[in-house]
């Protein structure tokens, strides 16, 4: 890690620190995970292992007798995951998954020699995950006590909802505005739990909706705390009259942190307090083999973590429970469809199957990568809008894409005070450069979490994580090339909550033929948008901000007499329209 100062950097840089290099994370924990053989039967207790199939198991008991070394169940005992198979989850084979814990920094060496004891199918050492964020502000040099606002006898936050593009109508953002006019758009009745590190509680702009902690002990550094607090923020910031507004205000949020008990055990956890229609983001990714997991500041070669079979199996059993895991495609400029990941880790099981393959089993996870927001958001550009950033890993796996740069919300900027409102009070930080596909996801859950919030107000049953993917990949505004980032590159489209409606709940939207119309140059009040108004099924429809191609289209249709134009609304205002001849 560096404490230098880091410089202004211009668009197109793809280095997200001083000279190119990256931002550490510090306290990221490796893990040593050790699968059992299915027919051995083991269990492993405080008192020792012990095989219920009646195998042979004294060698282990020894091992780790001698080396002072305890094995753990990594999901909890079979007794506890019997229960949560008859809940939905699949169980039975997560119980084959355990840590290993007092290795320390002898980790590699005692996996070799575990792995091959009988009984023991696979032990690995999973690199440390860390957040994928990217963050690339200048740095102005200020300190945390600069003076610019402390919370104590200040004024009031100013309202910053006017710089968080990716609340705003398609296909600039998800158009969480017309979101939250429709029962239940805006979360309420959705739970979301984020799977990380750290966050500060108490922010102002969370904590009436932050549930707290339900799993692991939060890191100290605020590095870490900075980042949870800015996903949280982008999902489930209040709604009122300062700081930022998240996409879904009324949603329950919570958070699990991975320190002390690592990344699967969390997402296991997090799933057991959940229901169907609930929500798990892992903003997460690890080190990958690219350069034979390797932690680097750089991030490059960092991959998803359902690439590790134990993070798999968490996810695919969170998944069978109903519920929806969005993770984070990892910030390490890889292609996930390159040949490399076919190749499976010699300290894998052999059963270990490419998860980024779609042609192998998935596990269910909606994988986010990061795009561009429009050029000249925040006065920067960094490429086409919807383009895939450089540093977002791509390909057929990834489902959708979230804001990858330029994102307001809670929080500071990496280990250092808000960007754009720092002061002294941690709890009155806000930043304008969240990024990564650690910003992006948490777009991509809000948008999920706005659509399972209606189908439930609806009184219809939420979306399956088959069924959400699907939907990702078949609405949303597409993605765009850039200069030597071709849409080939697949990240995916940017979320759209009015057209996933319109696929979601069809009898949510009505139709009809337009049998006149209304165009509004001159709106009144002044304050409103200008807008085309269509007579349809015994009501006037309105379309705010019309093209000039959809005005003309229309004039004509109805300047040749027979008008035919067919025009799809909610309630008053018009979703979609076809117009023909």
Not at 236 to 265: M, W
Not at 332 to 339: F, H, K, M
Not at 372 to 377: E, I, K, S, V, W
Not at 399 to 421: N, S
């Amino acid at each position: 890690m560096t404490d230098q100062v880091q410089p202004a950097q211009g668009p197109g840089t793809s280095g997200p620190g001083p000279d190119g290099a990256g931002f550490t994370y510090r306290g990221a924990e490796q893990e040593l995970i050790v699968v059992a053989r299915p027919e051995a039967g083991l269990r492993a207790r405080a008192d020792g292992v012990r095989s219920v199939a009646g195998a042979d198991v004294s060698a282990l008991d020894m091992f780790l007798s001698d080396e002072q070394l305890v094995l753990e169940p990594l999901f909890g005992n079979e007794d506890r995951l019997r229960q949560s198979a008859a809940g939905g989850g699949s169980g039975p084979g997560l119980a084959l998954f355990y840590r290993l814990r007092g290795a320390r920094d002898r980790a590699r060496e005692l996996r070799a020699r575990i792995a091959a004891l009988p009984g023991i199918d696979a032990a690995y050492v999973k690199p440390g995950a860390v957040p994928a964020s990217r963050e690339t502000a200048p740095w102005t040099g200020r300190s945390a006590d600069d003076g610019r606002r402390t919370k104590e006898g200040a004024p009031v936050t100013p309202d910053f909802t006017g710089r968080q593009g990716y609340l705003r109508p398609a296909p600039e953002g998800v158009d969480a505005y017309w979101a939250w006019q429709r029962p239940g758009g805006s979360g309420r009745g959705v739970t979301v739990i984020d799977v990380e590190g750290s966050w500060q509680l108490g922010h102002e702009d969370l904590a009436s909706k932050l549930a707290g902690v339900v799993v692991g002990t939060p890191h100290t550094d605020l590095a870490w705390r900075n980042h949870g607090t800015a996903v949280i923020g982008v999902i489930g910031g209040g709604r009122d009259e300062h700081g930022i507004t998240g996409i879904v205000p009324d949603a329950v949020t919570a958070a699990a942190s991975v320190r002390g008990v690592g990344t699967a055990a969390a997402v296991h956890a997090a799933a057991e307090r959940l229901g169907p229609g609930d929500i798990i983001l892992v903003g997460l990714h690890a080190p990958g083999p690219r350069f034979d997991f390797e932690e680097r500041d750089s991030q490059a070669g960092y991959i998803p973590l359902e690439w590790w079979p134990d993070d798999f199996a968490a996810v695919q059993d969170a998944t069978a429970r109903g519920i929806l895991v969005v993770a984070a495609a990892g910030n390490g400029a890889e292609s996930l469809d390159d040949a490399l990941y076919e190749r499976r880790p010699a300290e894998f099981p052999e059963w270990w199957r490419n998860p980024f393959n779609p042609s192998n089993p998935s596990s269910g996870a909606i994988l986010v990568g990061a795009g561009a927001p429009p050029p000249g958001t925040h006065g920067r550009d960094h490429g086409p809008d919807r383009s895939r950033l450089a540093f977002s890993n791509h390909g057929a796996r990834v489902d959708a894409q979230g804001w990858g740069r330029e994102v307001t919300t809670t929080g500071g900027f990496w280990d250092r005070p808000g960007d754009l409102q720092g002061g002294a009070e941690e709890i009155a930080w806000y930043t304008d450069t969240f990024s990564g596909t650690s910003s992006a996801s948490p777009v991509v859950v809000g948008a999920l979490a706005a659509l399972q919030g209606m189908l439930k107000a609806a009184g219809q049953a939420p979306m399956s994580a088959e069924r959400a993917r699907v939907l990702l990949r078949t609405t949303g505004s597409p993605q765009q090339d850039a200069p030597g980032r071709p849409a080939s590159q697949r990240i995916g489209s940017r979320p759209d909550i009015k057209a996933a409606v319109a696929r979601l709940l069809p009898e949510a939207v009505g139709s009809g033929q337009a049998e006149r119309y209304w165009d509004e140059l001159l709106p009144y009040p002044r304050e409103l948008p200008p807008r085309l108004r269509l007579y349809v099924s015994g009501a006037w429809r309105s379309l705010d901000d019309p093209s000039p191609e959809i005005r003309r289209a229309v004039h004509s249709a109805f300047a040749g007499g027979r008008p035919d134009v067919r025009v799809w609304f909610a309630d008053d205002e018009i979703v979609g329209l076809v117009v023909t001849g």
